[in-house]
């Protein structure tokens, strides 16, 4: 059902993880766009959906840029010690 090495839970955690950072992002995003940028350079207000546009384009590149687990918890995965 799932890929060789990598068991329900781990990937649930993973997917729930994942969107955890978008809508936590987008939040941050669409608060700090709002307050920071309509009122100091007298931008255009944005939407929710364009915040999670923006964070999910970010999470984007950064898989493109750095694929793998190669990240601060590289350790702790069991793919690397094999």
């Known amino acids: 059902m799932f890929p060789h090495k990598l068991n329900g839970r781990r990937w ?3 997917a ?3 969107g955890a950072v978008i809508v936590a992002g987008s939040a941050f995003a669409l608060w700090s766009w709002n307050t ?3 009122d100091l350079f007298d931008a255009p207000r944005i939407a929710y959906r364009h915040a999670v546009a923006v964070v999910m384009s970010v999470l984007f590149v950064k898989w493109l840029l750095f694929p793998g ?3 601060r918890f590289r350790h702790m995965s069991k793919e690397v010690a094999e």
Do not use: E, F, H, S
């Open 16 to 18: 729930v993880a994942v």
């Open 69 to 71: 687990n190669r990240g």
């Open 36 to 38: 920071l940028a309509v």
């Open 12 to 14: 649930l955690t993973g």
